[in-house]
């Protein structure tokens, strides 16, 4: 691991901004070891309650079972960047990434269903991770005794340390055994067939942020959403007017049921916790990550380089999967199947979306990317356009976190260049507005006024920045991270503005997945 935690501290910030309590890039990625460690755990646990359970019957083997499942289940549910799932109303054209029905992922759920064999095996929901190019899949099969169903999960199998073992092939396993089937009241029950004829794709479909309520002999899971597609939630899985109150676990041998428990589950979607918080809970304290550090404002604006060499790959992964479009800087854009743990985008999307998360209620925001007029990332924040805005107000959060995964939506290849000078004016000609955190990886393809960039424009673009704060009432501190490159205006911008600059060196990170 010393050579993997040097590829990790190599990154570069101005001295005179180095303070206590600044997260490095090195805490970052042991944060993403120690969760990686935990799904590890889990994994291992799994390893002795599964063969325990298939000899036990009772409530406390079904007890830590059940724990040891859902902690694995939770734990790659919290790490993912984002859900994979079915939607009755689909989804609009740049939110294809969330729809399990779309082309891209058909080969994943093609080779699940293979696997399972003569089991049915029907998604339930994905997970995208950064360090994969396949999502991991959890679907319900059938138990192999026949008398109840089960979680199953496919995907990229887990090592010990809870990294992924991406040069093998997909592996599936049970995660949860002995989820029940709905039981029938009254004198006019239809006889029970082989479960696995009760099981379809609509059984997970979801609708309204809800999967269809359950009927006689389906399995006694249902799940809840919301409306960013986030939750996991396990609710009741019949109408309301029964005894049934929750999802539930039932160990049967034959017709007889042995033991019987509810089940309870909720997991969110988010990146993996990198951001440190420093203070008197999150009112008055100072959230910081690798990319945006020491925010204190409650008005704030990100200002989001949406360039193409946002796609560069930051940290190979083991193995080929998919093919899929990188920038490759030096070399413009390559087709590889090369596995990719994370590119720029991805990280970026990671650390803005915990961001959100944590900022306080009555921090006002205000967002926007930048490429080139014209292409998929030069956008504001459709939602809210180009005034800040609450976060603790109803959906702003969740319109936020959309917003920041829609950056890498489309092929890399129509993101667009490097122009940000209209978000920046932007910021400054909002009053309200007193901290602009702004990151890009490259330099401008032209100079505020429509010329060709060059050395000679760093100081004077600074500068003419930095003066608009002479005709405003606050001043405004501009917070620069220049991601992958040495940038003289951008740290010239931040010192005669008052903020701090931040560089991070994206290429030392490559190959530290192998250390």
């Not at 004198?187 to 082989?194: H, L, W």
Request: glycine share 10%.
């Amino acid at each position: 691991m010393t050579r993997f935690a040097r590829y990790l501290h190599k990154r570069h910030t101005s001295a005179h901004h180095k303070q206590a309590g600044m997260i490095t890039l090195t805490e970052v990625m042991v944060a993403s070891v120690m969760t990686a460690m935990v799904v590890g755990a889990s994994s291992l646990g799994l390893r002795t309650t599964g063969s325990l359970i298939s000899h036990s019957g009772d409530k406390a083997t079904l007890r830590q079972n059940t724990v040891n499942g859902l902690r694995l289940m939770r734990s790659e549910i919290e790490r993912s960047i984002h859900l994979v799932l079915n939607n009755s109303g689909g989804f609009p054209a740049d939110r294809q990434h969330l729809n399990l029905s779309d082309p891209r992922y058909a080969d994943t759920l093609s080779r699940c269903a293979n696997l399972a064999g003569g089991r049915a095996f029907v998604p339930m929901v994905g997970t995208k991770m950064v360090e994969l190019t396949n999502p991991v899949i959890y679907g319900v099969s059938t138990n192999g005794n026949g008398y109840g169903y089960s979680i199953v999960r496919c995907g990229a199998p887990l090592k010990l340390d809870g990294r992924y073992n991406e040069t093998e092939e997909l592996f599936i396993s049970t995660i949860l055994e002995d989820i029940g089937s709905i039981p029938c009241e009254g004198d006019d029950c239809p006889s029970q067939q082989n479960l696995s004829s009760y099981l379809s794709p609509e059984l997970f479909t979801f609708s309204g942020g809800f999967t269809p309520v359950r009927s006689v002999h389906e399995p006694a899971l249902r799940i809840e959403t919301d409306s960013s597609y986030k939750l996991v939630k396990f609710v009741d899985p019949t109408a309301d007017g029964d005894d049934i109150t929750a999802s539930y676990l039932e160990k049967r041998n034959n017709s007889k049921t042995i033991t019987k428990q509810n089940l309870y589950f909720a997991a969110f979607a988010r990146a993996d916790k990198h951001i440190t918080n420093v203070g008197d809970g999150l009112e008055g304290g100072i959230l910081s990550g690798a990319f945006f550090q020491n925010i204190t404002s409650d008005k704030v604006r990100f200002v989001v380089d949406g360039s193409g060499s946002m796609s560069a790959c930051v940290m190979w992964g083991e193995g080929y999967g998919e093919w899929r479009k990188f920038y490759q800087p030096g070399q413009g854009y390559i087709n590889t199947n090369r596995n990719c743990a994370f590119t720029r985008m991805e990280s970026l999307q990671k650390e803005l979306a915990v961001l959100l998360e944590q900022l306080p209620d009555d921090t006002r925001i205000g967002l926007r990317s930048f490429s080139s007029s014209g292409y998929a990332n030069h956008k504001t924040w459709d939602d809210y356009g180009t005034k800040l805005v609450r976060l603790g107000n109803s959906g702003v959060r969740e319109s936020a976190t959309e917003f920041v995964y829609t950056l890498d939506d489309r092929s890399p290849t129509y993101w667009g260049g490097t122009n940000p000078w209209a978000a920046i004016q932007a910021a400054f000609d909002d009053p309200e507005t007193d901290a602009l955190y702004f990151l890009s990886d490259g330099k401008p393809n032209r100079d505020p006024y429509g010329g060709y960039w060059g050395s000679s424009d760093e100081s004077p673009t600074a500068t003419y920045y930095s003066d608009l704060n002479e005709d405003r009432d606050v001043n405004l501190k501009v917070h620069t991270t220049a991601l992958g490159l040495e940038s003289f205006w951008m740290e010239k911008l931040a010192e005669l503005t008052g903020g701090a600059h931040n560089q991070v060196d994206a290429s030392s990170l490559q190959e530290a997945n192998g250390a």
